[in-house]
């Protein structure tokens, strides 16, 4: 029975790659794939990740999905083992919740960085806080996996160094709960990340260098809230920046200014041409309209918090970069993509998001509520430190993401899903309390 499970809970978390008869592409899947074999760096496109794709390539990707799925089955059994919840049939009930209620199978079945971000702040609980529960194996398979998430995105890395800064805030209030060798350990996981990347970046560029594009994907969401246009209305008489001659047809949107083919981003030169004048305009402006900025970035984060759809650009129109970088690298794998129900029909997420988005609503909403209570309460038993993990994660992914870059479905949509992992295990612990007889004195 337990192999039997052992099988079936991997299958269940890849069932929409085996439907779609491929693993699932998104628009940002070319460009990590690309770094392998064009040899330079573009924004915010990790060569660890790039690297992590071109090993499952042989495989037509399929080593890739049997590594998610494995990994993310591993770190729920160990989320549930070090909660003194580990059973089998617990595993394979959380596992079947997850699946039917959340986006969890997609992001396991999709070629990109997204399903770490979620598995990470999970495995850096389970390292930090429940360290002297696993064995120094299973201690350093974490470290390594953890360090690997943080590596293939920087919006994962600063939520898991927020989340180790936090740490060592709470340290001193929680009574020994949080070791200090432990909270040593989950932040070097964050300097093994960063020194992955960097060396992954040398050995494919030959730069020592960070994965570029924080300013422009700042200053495009400056420009999407009306900044940049203003700021260069305040400065261009006096100042010659390229964009001076375009500032009254700016496009509405970061998206568009960034990722469309009709744009004057392409006219300047794209991101070599205009690095050095949107990082000016992004810190200058910064520095011009603080209030204004204060009150995006708010906005920004409380919009994020609601954007929690599954499936955001993996709709055909979005994926044209994506398939001129397979029809260019690996034209033998066309047939077999062409031939996927993703681009023979088109995938439509609406019905999956009728069910999606308002379970991760009203989860992240009860788990935000228990937390409150429990602390009201002055409570800091395991469930709750886990609770308290995971909204401090939500809060940092809607600060990062949506003030940094905009908000997105995508950016929610990959950590969301822990928010209901969370409200199953509550309710399996309160099950197996209630469900324990009385002891006699």
């Not at 960034?258 to 990082?279: A, I, Q």
């Not at 970069?321 to 129900?341: N, V």
């Not at 992240?364 to 430190?385: G, Y």
């Not at 995508?410 to 409200?423: A, D, M």
Request: aromatic letters at 10%.
């Amino acid at each position: 029975m337990i192999w039997g499970m052992a099988v079936l809970i991997p299958l269940m978390l890849v069932a929409p790659g085996l439907w779609n008869g491929y693993p699932l592409l998104q628009s940002d899947t070319g460009g990590y794939l690309a770094r392998w074999y064009e040899g330079y760096l573009v924004p915010s496109r990790s060569t660890v990740f790039g690297l992590y794709l071109h090993y499952g390539e042989h495989t037509y990707f399929w080593l890739n999905l049997a590594i998610q799925a494995l990994a993310t089955m591993w770190i729920l059994q160990l989320t549930l083992r070090v909660l003194g919840l580990a059973g089998p049939w617990r595993l394979f009930g959380l596992c079947l919740v997850l699946t039917l209620t959340t986006g969890l199978p997609w992001l396991a079945s999709m070629l990109l960085t997204d399903i770490f971000a979620g598995l990470s702040v999970l495995s850096l609980f389970i390292l930090v806080l429940h360290g002297n529960k696993i064995s120094r194996s299973e201690k350093a398979a974490l470290f390594v996996f953890t360090a690997f998430a943080a590596a293939t995105h920087s919006a994962t890395m600063a939520v898991l160094l927020g989340l180790c800064c936090m740490g060592w805030i709470a340290r001193p209030f929680l009574r020994g709960r949080i070791r200090a060798a432990s909270l040593v350990q989950g932040t070097l996981t964050i300097a093994t990340g960063a020194m992955m990347l960097v060396s992954a970046n040398f050995a494919l560029s030959g730069q020592v260098a960070w994965t570029p594009g924080g300013y422009a994907i700042a200053f495009a969401r400056m420009l999407q809230d009306g900044i940049v246009t203003r700021y260069l209305h305040d400065h261009c008489p006096e100042q010659h920046f390229k964009l001076c001659p375009y500032r009254n047809e700016l496009p509405e949107t970061a998206d568009d200014f960034l990722w469309s083919r009709e744009t004057v981003f392409n006219k300047l030169g794209r991101f070599p041409g205009m690095s050095d004048e949107m990082g000016y305009i992004a810190v200058h402006a910064l520095a011009d309209y603080p209030l204004w900025q204060a009150e995006e970035a708010l906005l920004a984060t409380g919009e994020q918090m609601l954007k929690v759809a599954t499936g955001e650009n993996t709709d055909h129109p979005t994926l044209m970069h994506t398939y001129g970088i397979f029809r260019e690298y690996l034209p033998r794998q066309l047939k077999l993509m062409d031939a996927a129900r993703e681009q023979k029909s088109h995938l439509t997420f609406g019905p999956v998001n009728l069910v999606h988005v308002p379970v991760a609503l009203i989860s992240t909403a009860l788990v935000f509520a228990m937390l409150i209570a429990a602390l009201f309460r002055r409570r800091t038993d395991d469930v709750t430190l886990l609770m308290a993990t995971v909204v401090l994660a939500l809060l940092g992914n809607a600060v990062i993401c949506g003030v940094i870059s905009g908000a997105h479905d995508r950016y929610g949509s990959r950590l969301v899903w822990i928010t209901t992992c969370t409200l199953v295990i509550a309710a399996m612990r309160r099950f197996s309390a209630r469900s324990k007889p009385p002891t006699t004195p």
